[in-house]
T-cell receptor, first 115, second 112 residues
């Protein structure tokens, strides 16, 4: 079975600080990897995804993530955060074989950006 | 594209009542997923369908929960009878193979 571990449950940063949120997954096969963001009271929105190719993936809103296969990691980064980045961030994994399987999510990281 | 449409947005019901949540996936997507989100358990996959066929319902918590997808444009998640511990936000998502999972706005269910 797949599992996803997000290292930090709560992160508090000041505006303009750099961000890195950790994500590790456990799965024996080939996976597709995702980061979603959930703003307060809203649904999940896709930030970025990795299927294959360049392990450094760029997403929306200035976010990027790096897939390191040897470490089973897919950490999310942003060089300079803004107050509007305050949200819950979820890392997710899906089996890449065959038809679409459900996403397995991490527990999420609650990010608070202080002005 | 209207995205994944869920109804109702909010539902408050009394314990023991039947609750039906509805989802309209994105046209052309061939997979549909039901998730439940709570503070304690995070996001849990309840069930998913490929081409209207239920593939994995191992996440459905109890027999009180059932889901159907009678056609490619509609799915329901039913809870009968409902209990206070079913209170959560229920999300529907759809996907075309792996090319991105799009989530609906969710239904916030409160069982009193």
């Amino acid at each position: 079975a797949q599992s996803v571990s997000q290292h930090n449950h709560h992160v508090i940063l000041s505006e303009a600080a750099s961000l890195e949120l950790g994500c590790n997954y456990s799965y024996g096969g080939t996976v597709n990897l995702f980061w979603y963001v959930q703003y307060p009271g809203q649904h999940l929105q896709l930030l970025l995804k990795y299927f294959s190719g360049d392990p450094l993936v760029k997403g929306i809103k200035g976010f990027e993530a790096e897939f390191i296969k040897s470490k089973f990691s897919f950490n999310l980064r942003k060089p300079s955060v803004q107050w509007s980045d305050t949200a819950e961030y979820f890392c997710a994994v899906a089996n890449s074989g065959g038809g679409a399987d459900g996403l397995t999510f991490g527990k999420g990281t609650h990010l608070i950006i202080q002005p | 594209d209207a995205g994944v449409i869920q109804s109702p947005r909010h539902e408050v019901t009394e314990m023991g009542q039947e609750v039906t949540l509805r989802c309209k996936p994105i046209s052309g997507h061939n997979s549909l997923f039901w998730y439940r989100q709570t503070m304690m358990r995070g996001l849990e996959l309840l069930i998913y369908f490929n081409n209207n066929v239920p593939i994995d319902d191992s996440g459905m918590p109890e027999d009180r929960f059932s889901a159907k997808m009678p056609n490619a444009s509609f799915s329901t998640l039913k809870i009968q009878p409902s209990e206070p511990r079913d209170s959560a936000v229920y999300f529907c998502a759809s996907s075309l193979r792996h090319y991105g999972y799009t989530f609906g706005s969710g239904t916030r269910l409160t069982v009193v």
